[in-house]
């Protein structure tokens, strides 16, 4: 378990350990000294050179992912909950646009 120091601008990731929950609001990057963002363990970084990879991440994390496991709540159709499916990460940019309207529109339902 932990967390991840991850830098968009510098398309690099540390391993923080717990020490993550603490420094979530004042993380700075460790190279550029640019405010960097807390993520889940299980975020699994680009490589240094693809860029569009980490674009995708960025976008993702501007919409509020940390990439901790993905859940889609399941509703019957008499508007019963059931259970939870669990989804990868989108990997293109296409994708990545509906997965964040989809998550949308249960946000909305809040
Ligand atoms: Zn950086």
Redesign the pocket.
């Known amino acids: 378990m932990g967390f991840k120091l991850v ?1 968009t ?2 398309c ?1 990731s540390f391993s923080v350990g717990n020490d993550g929950q603490d420094i979530k609001n004042t993380a700075k ?1 460790r ?2 000294g ?1 405010p ?1 963002h807390i993520l889940h363990h299980k975020f699994k970084p680009p490589k240094k050179k693809a860029k569009k990879e980490w674009k995708l991440v960025e976008i993702l994390i501007q919409n509020g992912f940390d990439f901790s496991s993905a859940y889609v709540p399941l509703i019957d159709n008499k508007n019963q909950f059931w259970g939870n499916l669990k989804v990868n990460y989108p990997d293109n940019l296409e994708d990545v646009k509906s997965f964040i309207e989809y998550a949308e529109t249960f946000k909305q339902k809040k």
């Open positions: 830098c601008n510098c690099t990057c190279t550029c640019k960097a």
